[in-house]
């Protein structure tokens, strides 16, 4: 009978354990939970991206080399913050910041072009142990962003400060400071001048022109999960080029561009449009808190089923270490870390899977 | 037989009923999917609101005679255009302007003062139809912000502009601008000067000074139901007395403090920093999309399972013309009304239930 009955039981507990994994998940889980998924065993993971877009695969090798270097030193030095005990945001803000300096992405150095031939710069970064989050949008003379919001966050009763309030507020913060030209780079500036030839042959004006996503890709993000549990994400840019009259993307708005709570850490990169409209970064962790979704099941849906082709991607790491980086352009500069060893740096796609990333 | 066999079906198709109307919910309805829920039978609904806070009920009848009479004008305005066939997204515009230009409310004239007594602007616009949104930001010589943002939406590739650059759109767009003074009461004045008075008082400085949300309630919401099956939602606000930096809350930002997809339309009024946090209006939907819930229990969870006491409340109504208007705070300033020949104005908990709304 004990064997009967445990020979019975064996689907009955089947069934109780996947009710029970459900319904917590559906209804009643606590966004601020950052209990350890047991099925995981991973102490920490992180993942980055600097952008996605149209990368065209005739450019030359040496290209993708800067681009792959970069992406290793930035996965170095977050993957060794982790393994040293560095909280998630500690180290999300510190990956973002090497990515702002690397004038290779749109972000700090090496920002976009607006229409005014000038710098307009936006970030966001969100604690999900505590649903804390700071952001700024359209400054001008913030070397690090992603510090500023940092700052918001931790320093102030707000989440988004905007133009030159936030830069007075920089002051008082003691975030640094430069010239909006500090910012500029050739290759930026050229992309600007390409876009604005092309407006003046478009007599439909430059609203019909359309979006031309290989001018301005390369907006970064981190996103990670710490040994305390704890998940974190940031998001830098430097927006759309040629942009006007003071647009602001996705990368400052929590819940479009970037979220974190207690189910995943999530940052975006693509037309930020989209991921406004369809407040993307919240849907995925929504999928996981309310319809009982895996990470990889939930950022797959809002990047394939929700968005549309060429919009972009994203990177998320959930509570129990997963990562998962769909995108649905040709390309995202993109590399992931975790405690069991893995380390690799991609930019088509297929790379993930059949294992050439970058070795340390 | 006959009988046996549809006494027999009746549970069971009350089952697969139910069972039809979960599932597509949870995962596989298409967030633009408008055809009207069977069991509702409204052709149109609409809610307002006048913004959420701490209410004095010592405050003179006369006072809240004055709240009622404008909320009444409003939503008789948005009643008989949705009655007349006008569009969710047309009636939102319009009775959001007549809220901005009555100085009572917090948007528009009668906005509140920021910390250089000025007035500064946010306004957001969506269409639950399409997803397509817009919203401006920082605003300081727009007359109607939400008709700004209505323009953004229709006529530029962008859903948010912010400050100087928004005021170059306005222009461009032909929508009316003014003074800043224009917007200038002397309640509102007075208000930021108890609260200038009290951080001089308070040593630890203006950031320490904890919020106090009678100084600054009334921001202004809609929200419908068309007679094609359409949603929208329009939100407008001055934000917070006492501002400073360039601070932007909620309002403007499309699922964070409003927002309309297929399932609902929700506008929200309370501490901004909260519902960005949560993504408050954005969650309402996901709880509905992927989680099956109903609107009433959707709404009721995010604004009291989610926000803690006194942080506001929300308005919202989904497809089938149901209508919510939970809050946590003493009162919200709200109106409803539908097909059916609901029309009621309320201030206070517990006015909707004992139906003591204005009648027309």
Redesign the interface.
């Known amino acids: 009978m004990g064997f009967m009955s445990m020979s019975f039981s064996s689907r009955t507990v089947t069934s109780l354990a996947l009710a029970l994994l459900a319904l917590p998940a ?2 009643h889980a606590k ?1 601020s939970t950052t209990d350890r998924d047991a099925s995981g065993g991973l102490t920490f993971a992180l993942a980055i991206h600097g952008g996605a877009g149209t990368i065209d695969p005739s450019t030359p090798d040496q290209v993708f080399d800067r681009y792959r270097a970069a992406l290793k030193a930035a996965l170095t030095h977050g993957h060794d913050m982790l393994a040293g005990g560095a909280s998630a945001l500690d180290t999300c803000e510190a990956v973002v910041r090497l990515l702002e300096d690397e004038e290779l992405f749109n972000a700090g150095k090496g920002a976009v072009f607006n229409a005014a031939s000038e710098h307009e710069l936006d970030a966001s970064i969100m604690d999900g142990a505590t ?3 700071g952001a700024v ?2 400054v001008r003379t913030v070397r690090h962003p992603i510090s500023l919001a940092r700052k918001v966050m931790s ?12 830069e ?2 920089a002051d008082q913060a003691g975030v640094e400071r430069v010239d909006n030209a500090w910012f500029d780079t050739p290759a930026r500036k050229q992309a600007l001048e390409r876009l604005q030839q092309r407006e003046q042959r478009d007599k439909r004006g430059a ?1 019909a022109v359309p ?1 031309d996503r290989r001018l301005d890709y390369g907006t970064v993000g981190c996103v990670a999960l710490d040994q305390a549990g704890h998940l974190a994400a940031a998001t830098s840019t430097g927006g759309m080029t040629g ?7 996705d990368s400052p ?4 561009g970037n ?1 974190a709570d207690g189910f995943a850490a999530i940052s975006c990169t693509g037309t ?2 989209e991921f ?4 993307i970064a ?2 995925v962790t ?2 996981m ?3 009982g ?1 895996t990470l990889e099941a939930a950022a797959h849906a809002e990047v394939f089923d ?1 968005l549309k082709k060429g919009d972009g991607g994203l990177i998320a790491v959930d509570r129990s270490g997963k990562i998962a980086m769909p995108f649905n352009s040709t390309g995202m500069y993109r590399a992931a870390a975790d405690s069991s060893g893995r380390f690799s740096v991609a930019i088509f796609g297929g790379e993930d899977e059949v294992g050439d990333g970058v070795q340390r």
Do not use: M, N, P
């Open positions: 559906c209804q966004r649903l804390r989050c949008a359209g320093e102030t009763r707000h989440v988004l400060l905007a133009g030159d309030g936030a007075v507020f609203q979006t942009k006007r009259w003071g647009r602001i993307g708005l929590l819940g479009a979220y930020g449009e406004i409209r369809h407040a919240r849907s929504a999928r808190q309310f319809g979704q929700v």
